[in-house]
């Protein structure tokens, strides 16, 4: 049984940090590509970042140079580290595992973040 499950949300001021967390379990996770994705009351949800298998990241342009995605393949962890947060990034946030290979995909249940003063 595959399980993401996601920590480190939170309320913090604008201009604060947050390091979200991500632990898989029942998938081989470093056969995964994984994403943060997020979801705002009333809107879509919305990539964030990606990290693939080889360690290449790619970010929503919203977030570039204030967020960092990363993975330790030991702990079977994905991290997102958000600095200079804005009240814009409140929203929802879930991690995602996919595998092209044999179109595997999994979420996790989200982490509520909220910036605000």
């Known amino acids: 049984q595959v399980q993401l499950v996601?920590?480190?949300g939170g309320l913090?001021?604008?201009g604060g940090s947050l390091r979200l967390s991500c632990e898989a379990s029942g998938l081989r996770f470093n056969s995964y590509a994984m994403s943060w994705f997020r979801?705002?009351?009333g809107k879509e949800r919305e990539l964030v970042a990606t990290i693939s298998t080889g360690r290449s990241t790619?970010?929503?342009?919203?977030?570039k140079g204030r967020f960092t995605i990363s993975r330790d393949n030991a702990k079977n962890t994905v991290y997102l580290q958000m600095n200079s947060l804005k009240?814009?990034?409140?929203a929802v946030y879930y991690c995602n595992a996919n595998r092209r290979a044999d179109?595997?995909?999994?979420?996790?249940?989200g982490t509520q973040v909220t910036v605000s003063s």
């Open 6 to 8: 996601e920590s480190g």
């Open 39 to 41: 979801q705002a009351q």
């Open 103 to 109: 179109n595997k995909d999994y979420w996790g249940q």
């Open 87 to 90: 009240p814009e990034d409140t």
């Open 58 to 63: 790619n970010y929503a342009d919203s977030v």
């Open 12 to 14: 913090v001021q604008p």
